[in-house]
């Protein structure tokens, strides 16, 4: 039966309100269901209590509520959390929560496995199987939002787009996902606190420039010079560094909002002198600061970590250069939960 169900969150609270009244039920039936679906989240039909029971029966027998299952959840000796998410054809993704003194933050996958290649990422070793939709992005940020509350009192403060997957090409679910996430009717979230983070697909960030989005951008630069960056990210051939220069600065022009570039330094790879100098120029062209990131290792160790006095150059050249400059350190790497990592283990 099930595959004549509609998935009822597909449904807008329009569309739900012209189901009722469509049935000789009060449109206001839809505003209830619309409710349950998205603020309260419900799971089954079963748990919209303010509902009759005929009314829940009527929807179970014409609706299907596809949602995601967190399958295995580990802890960090950090106190970060690692979620595998199953969805509702049997593919898992992986979404993370991580804990600080103060804040909260989501870390949530777009796509199961990632269409692009970047050499030194563990997700890019699983080829893209599908899109995730809006709602089992928007599901992940609601898991995390109540593991936060319960083993942290508090609900989530941020988001990144930093698990598995591309999101600029998964755009329009991405951009409807996080418009649930910010809308009253969802979690009313600032998209202040939103971060997408993207290896750089100039077109796309065109389009979101266009749109005048409101969160924040991060891209994965790790080198500013094009013969490197196609060594390890190799679709920087099809978008090179000039179409991505232009883009950003697009994207500042239009949104008024500083870039941030994730970065890595790697031995023997973007150690040098003339790698920062590249990415000071690379700074320039748009208001932004560098995220410098810790590399965690996924496997032979054909890509290391560099030493700290190359990260020491890099964070004197551009600091010398006025441009903000921060380490992150990794988070969760004990449960393969850090940056780069996510490639369903389990
Ligand atoms: N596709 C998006 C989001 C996912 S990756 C993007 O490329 O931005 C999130 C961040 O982790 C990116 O900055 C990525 O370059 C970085 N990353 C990937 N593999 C890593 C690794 N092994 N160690 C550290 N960071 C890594």
């Not at 449109?27 to 089954?44: C, D, I, P, S």
């Amino acid at each position: 039966m099930k595959g004549d169900k509609r998935d009822i969150r597909a449904l807008t609270k329009e569309q739900l309100r012209a189901f009722f009244e469509d049935r000789g039920d009060k449109a206001f039936r839809g505003n209830q269901v619309y409710e349950w679906l998205w603020q309260k989240a419900a799971h089954t039909f079963d748990a919209m209590t303010n509902l009759s029971k005929e009314t829940r029966q009527m929807l179970e027998d014409n609706f299907v509520i596809n949602h995601i299952k967190v399958d295995t959840m580990q802890r960090s000796s950090d106190g970060t959390i690692k979620n595998a998410v199953k969805l509702h054809d049997g593919l898992v993704v992986e979404s993370v929560l991580i804990p600080t003194e103060t804040r909260t933050t989501a870390c949530v996958s777009s796509q199961v496995g990632c269409s692009l290649d970047c050499r030194f990422c563990a997700t890019s070793r699983l080829k893209r199987m599908r899109n995730l939709n809006p709602d089992e992005i928007y599901d992940q940020v609601v898991a995390i939002d109540n593991q936060s509350r319960l083993y942290f009192d508090r609900p989530l403060s941020n988001i990144v787009f930093m698990g598995m997957g591309e999101p600029l090409m998964n755009y329009n679910n991405v951009l409807k996902a996080i418009a649930k996430i910010t809308s009253p009717e969802g979690l009313g979230m600032s998209p202040k606190r939103i971060t997408v983070s993207t290896s750089g697909v100039p077109k796309m960030i065109r389009k979101m420039a266009d749109e005048e989005v409101k969160f924040k951008l991060a891209v994965s630069l790790h080198s500013a010079i094009d013969a490197v960056r196609t060594s390890i990210m190799p679709f920087n051939a099809t978008f090179p560094l000039k179409d991505l220069r232009e883009a950003l600065e697009y994207w500042y022009s239009k949104t008024k909002n500083r870039i941030t570039y994730e970065y890595v330094v790697w031995k023997g790879i973007n150690d040098t002198q003339e790698a920062v100098d590249a990415l000071v120029r690379f700074c320039r062209f748009a208001p932004s600061k560098v995220n410098l990131i810790e590399y965690n290792p996924i496997d032979d160790g054909e890509f290391q970590q560099a030493d700290d006095l190359a990260i020491k150059m890099y964070q004197d050249t551009l600091q010398d250069n006025g441009i903000t400059v921060t380490v992150r350190r990794s988070r969760g790497k004990d449960i393969d939960a850090a940056c780069g990592q996510l490639a369903n283990k389990t």
